[in-house]
């Protein structure tokens, strides 16, 4: 079974950094591109970067750029998402996704960031 | 970037009735649009890929049509357990982008 754990949330100052980790399982993760999206509070979905299967490759919206990087470690099945000089809007329910040609099949159950003082 | 309209916001539907969804892309996208299924509280779920591809462990009664900039699902006879927000998806050109959503709600 794939399962996408999300962990390292919580509340945070604005200006602030933090690290998102994603644990996959069920799956070969070197074998696929992995992605977080994420959806503040009563809100629609927002894809937040995209990287592939072997890390040689990232994408990021442009209100992240150059301030969030995602990276992953494939010899631990891992996903990360470092977030820099976090903003208010930046508040949001992270989702870990697995990504299958455009799509993404899978999905953790999602960590909340708060971005307040 | 690619604007993808969704319509109508919210839907209200007895159980039982067949409901289409409309999506709208701001230029042609092909037919790379994608389909999820939000329930309240709960992780979204792929529903259809590539405007009419179904996904494995999806009821038979969602389905997808549609291409260039028109694009739709379907509910047949919709059941309690359908009640929802039902996203599209593009993945035609970065960045990927979601319509706002329609919610189908119980009459």
């Known amino acids: 079974e794939v399962q996408l754990v999300e962990s390292g949330g919580g509340l945070v100052q604005p200006g602030r950094s933090m690290k998102l980790s994603c644990a996959a399982s069920?799956?070969?993760?070197?074998?696929?591109?992995m992605a977080w999206v994420r959806q503040a509070p009563t809100k629609g979905l927002e894809w937040v970067a995209t990287?592939?299967?072997?890390?040689?490759?990232?994408y990021y919206r442009d209100s992240v750029k150059g301030r969030f990087t995602i990276s992953r470690d494939n010899a631990k099945s891992t996903l990360y998402l470092q977030m820099n000089s976090l903003r208010s809007e930046d508040t949001a329910t992270y989702y870990c996704t697995r990504v299958l040609r455009g799509t993404w099949d899978y999905w953790g159950q999602g960590v909340m960031v708060t971005v307040s003082s | 970037d690619i604007v993808l309209t969704q319509s109508p916001a919210t839907l209200s539907v007895t159980p039982g009735e067949s409901v289409s969804l409309s999506c709208r892309a701001s230029q042609g996208i092909s037919t790379s649009i994608h389909w999820y299924q939000q329930k309240s509280n709960e992780s979204p779920r792929l529903l259809i890929k590539y405007a009419s591809q179904s996904i494995s462990g999806i009821p038979s009664r969602f389905s997808g049509s549609g291409s260039g900039t028109d694009f739709t699902l379907s509910i047949n006879r919709v059941e309690s357990e359908d009640f929802s927000v039902y996203y599209c998806?593009?993945?035609?050109?970065?960045?990927?982008?979601f319509g706002s959503g329609t919610k189908l709600e119980i009459k």
């Open positions: 990287i592939s299967y072997d890390g040689s490759s990232t």
């Open positions: 998806q593009q993945s035609y050109s970065l960045p990927l982008t």
């Open positions: 069920g799956f070969t993760f070197s074998n696929y591109g």
